[in-house]
């Protein structure tokens, strides 16, 4: 061994482009990467080695001949870019990266000017890095982004849709999920589900059908949150054919910007709600509180209600089986001044938690906090 680590310091080894070593090694395989061919035994290889000489075509005779399993271990170590590039190796190329499933962490659409979508993707578990980023016609994005669900457990975390010139082009984003449900429709069966686990929509316009629509296409078993700033969907028979969906009833996190015409109660129960009406009436108050109370959700959940119109702290009171006290949980002047009272409900599923509620002029917030963490846990999640 300590032969074979003082051979590959000499001036005679950077002129060798064969070797053969019988004895098993441990020297880093990076020594022998500049040769034109090696006949070396390890103990081990680990992926890294194998994506180095991938990479580094050393003598691409060599990963043929590899084990699949080997192969597999790999493709899964390669970031998204890498395995696109050996995706158009070959045909066996193709099947091997179809074989592993990605794990992207966003994926974002932007219509522009000109009949064309910015498309970028962004790696889930590797340094925060844009990929395929760039702009292009409808068809060719479409072929990139259905690429990303080859394997059938590949999934996205994060769907956004954001179309800043929706005033010069206001049916892009409609045209845009038009044109991929004709997609998804000519290559693949109905079965087929799209597992993204959140839909954010914050900037342009879309018609009620087709964020049904879209929402139809995606796993149940996965999907789990809807952040927009508008919720077009309002007529009774959508809004019915809405809540028959499992997407909507496997919801976790609804967070909507603008003010809803809509019941509270169609988005009842979840783990995450942030919405906006007119006005809020006291029974619907406790309603929500009473849904956090005696179902079981995990720490950290909230409600959030803004209102246009001023909240009755009695008429909210009047609907409670427990005696208004406030008790606020920070020291801030200014957090208790906005909040005119802190009420802290008992938990009939666990003792660990309790339920603070905050109700302010316009808005009521609840959250469920960890006894010994109420001001860590009361705002944790808000900026999701």
């Known amino acids: 061994m300590a032969a074979v680590k003082e051979l590959v310091q000499t001036e005679q080894f950077e002129s060798l482009k064969n070797i053969v070593i019988f004895a098993t090694i441990n020297v880093s395989l990076d020594s022998f990467l500049n040769l034109d061919s090696?006949?070396?035994?390890?103990?081990?290889?680990?992926?890294?080695?194998?994506?180095?000489?991938?990479?580094?075509?050393?003598?691409?005779?060599?990963?043929?001949?590899?084990?699949?399993?080997?192969?597999?271990?790999?493709?899964?170590?390669?970031?998204?870019k890498s395995r696109c590039r050996l995706r158009k190796c070959s045909k066996t190329e193709r099947s091997l990266v179809d074989s592993c499933p990605v794990f992207i962490k966003h994926v974002n659409f932007e219509p522009r000017v000109g009949n064309v979508i910015y498309f970028s993707i962004e790696e889930l578990g590797?340094?925060?890095?844009?990929?395929?980023?760039?702009?292009?016609n409808t068809q060719e994005v479409l072929q990139d982004f259905l690429l990303l669900f080859k394997n059938a457990k590949?999934?996205?975390?994060?769907?956004?849709?954001?179309?800043?010139?929706?005033?010069?082009?206001?049916?892009?984003?409609?045209?845009?999920?038009?044109f991929l449900l004709n997609e998804i429709g000519s290559q693949y069966p109905n079965s087929?589900?799209?597992?993204?686990?959140?839909?954010?929509?914050?900037?342009?316009?879309?018609?009620?059908?087709?964020?049904?629509?879209?929402?139809?296409?995606?796993?149940?078993?996965?999907?789990?949150?809807?952040h927009l700033r508008n919720f077009p969907i309002r007529t009774p028979v959508l809004i019915e054919e809405l809540l028959e969906t499992e997407q909507w009833k496997n919801l976790k996190d609804i967070q909507i910007q603008e003010k809803l015409a809509l019941p509270l109660n169609i988005f009842h129960p979840k783990d995450i709600l942030s919405v906006t009406f007119h006005s809020l009436r006291a029974d619907d108050a406790w309603n929500c509180i009473q849904n956090f109370q005696f179902k079981p959700r995990p720490f950290q959940s909230f409600f959030r209600i803004f209102t246009t119109t001023d909240l009755s702290l009695s008429e909210i009171f009047s609907q409670c089986n427990v005696p208004a006290k406030n008790e606020p949980i920070e020291k801030s002047h200014y957090l208790n001044d906005y909040f005119k009272h802190t009420q802290r409900f008992q938990l009939t599923w666990t003792q660990e938690c309790i339920l603070v509620v905050k109700i302010a002029k316009r808005q009521i917030k609840g959250t469920i906090c960890r006894k010994e963490f109420l001001v860590d846990d009361f705002d944790e999640l808000d900026d999701l």
């Not at 680990?46 to 080997?70: A, H, Q, S, Y």
């Not at 590797?126 to 292009?136: G, H, V």
């Not at 005033?167 to 409609?174: C, G, L, S, T, Y």
């Open 154 to 178: 590949s999934k996205v975390t994060q769907l956004s849709i954001a179309h800043y010139n929706f005033q010069r082009q206001p049916d892009a984003v409609n045209d845009f999920i038009a």
């Open 126 to 136: 590797f340094p925060c890095e844009i990929l395929n980023d760039k702009a292009c």
């Open 192 to 226: 087929f589900k799209l597992k993204i686990q959140k839909l954010e929509f914050h900037w342009g316009e879309m018609k009620d059908t087709s964020l049904l629509s879209l929402l139809k296409i995606f796993d149940p078993k996965v999907f789990n949150a809807l």
């Open 38 to 80: 090696m006949d070396l035994t390890y103990p081990t290889l680990c992926p890294k080695d194998g994506i180095r000489l991938v990479e580094k075509n050393v003598k691409m005779e060599l990963w043929p001949i590899l084990p699949d399993t080997f192969k597999t271990s790999v493709v899964k170590k390669l970031d998204y």
